[in-house]
């Protein structure tokens, strides 16, 4: 009998060593406080009121702050899960109830209105969001259809372009891709790095053997001394040293600055020829007044033989320049005449190549 007694005491024992046990374990796993914030007395962080030395647990209904990788899960624009992934198709969206976005490439719902899309485009039969569905949704631009999806150029053809400027093989609105749209006769070449023109492009573009400056705005005879014969120096593009004409091999020595020029004075050009102050080459004429005995203009263009601008006496330079009894349009060859097209004349005539409907 005392050694059943024993036995269950034993038992007992056991047991109660055995809840113990437990109960300590489960009070660490639901947020037992640390020795450092109970051995005080002092409230828990969060506001956790110990009891018994240990601490309320925070309170998450259930759910978790990470994943079992410790990382944040992934959470769609509504703060759900499954959407708001990247993509560049519609199979690349998890969630088969939603389609690529191919403006900003997020998965998201179809839309069903412009307003749907952060570009204001939808396409409306297949539910995406667009950069352009027409011209509309392109400021100062056009939709160019072309590519998938659609997307917004500054240009497609020249008319998309304003004024003179001409759409580029970038479909960017430019002065010019090649020399045929540049105006002359200070500009006549186009710098189709830069899509500018220009007075040159490359040194094949300027007279004899000048140099294009960088930046194409003029033809000079040097950039630096090296460009120069020994002991000339070069200044403000030209090589500076001569003593007397006899340095210029068909120009003259500019005495103020030791420069070889064609002209300086007028006296040193051919008969009525006069010298430009500017570019000291000598011209038919400076100005109309030089004309008036021929009844005419003086015009200027760039002679692509020469490479430099030369002036000369004309009927025209300009349809305002046809007056009077004269035909009323100035054509290429810088003549008043009645034509230039078959637009100019009526319906049942034609131009002639000496410039009158017939």
Request: overall charge negative; some cysteine.
């Amino acid at each position: 009998m005392r050694y059943r007694l024993n036995a269950a005491i034993a038992v007992a024992g056991v047991i109660v060593m055995l809840a113990a046990f437990l109960s300590a374990t489960t009070g660490c796993a639901s947020g037992e406080v640390d020795d450092n914030s109970s051995s005080n007395g002092e409230d828990v962080e969060n506001g956790g009121e110990l009891d018994g030395g240990v601490a309320d647990a925070p309170q998450n209904n259930g759910q978790s702050d990470t994943d079992a990788s410790g990382e944040e899960p992934d959470t769609d624009a509504d703060g759900g899960g499954g959407g708001g992934e990247l993509c560049d198709g519609d199979q690349d969206c998890s969630d088969d109830d939603q389609v690529c976005d191919l403006y900003e490439e997020i998965c998201v719902d179809a839309c069903a209105a412009h307003s749907d899309c952060a570009s204001d485009a939808c396409r409306f039969s297949t539910g995406h969001c667009l950069e352009c569905d027409d011209d509309a949704h392109c400021e100062d631009g056009v939709c160019d259809d072309e590519p998938e999806p659609p997307v917004c150029r500054d240009c497609m053809i020249n008319l998309d372009c304003p004024g003179d400027l001409v759409c580029s093989p970038d479909f960017e609105c430019v002065e010019c891709v090649d020399d045929a749209v540049c105006p002359g006769p200070f500009t006549p070449f186009c710098n189709t790095e830069e899509n500018s023109c220009v007075r040159c492009a490359n040194d094949d573009q300027c007279p004899g053997d000048d140099i294009c400056h960088p930046g194409g705005e003029d033809c000079v005879e040097c950039l630096d001394d090296t460009d120069c014969p020994e002991q000339y120096e070069c200044e403000d593009g030209r090589c500076a040293g001569c003593e007397s004409d006899t340095d210029c091999p068909g120009g003259v020595c500019r005495q103020d600055d030791s420069v070889c020029v064609e002209c300086y004075e007028d006296d040193q050009c051919t008969g009525s020829f006069r010298c430009d102050d500017e570019d000291f080459i000598c011209h038919e004429c400076l100005d109309n007044q030089d004309c008036e005995t021929l009844g005419a203009v003086c015009a200027f263009e760039f002679d692509l033989d020469l490479q430099h601008i030369v002036r000369f006496c004309a009927d025209c330079e300009t349809n305002s320049d046809c007056v009077g009894d004269e035909p009323p349009l100035c054509n290429s060859d810088y003549q008043c005449v009645e034509c230039i097209d078959d637009g100019d004349c009526g319906a049942s005539q034609a131009c002639s190549a000496g410039g009158s409907c017939i």
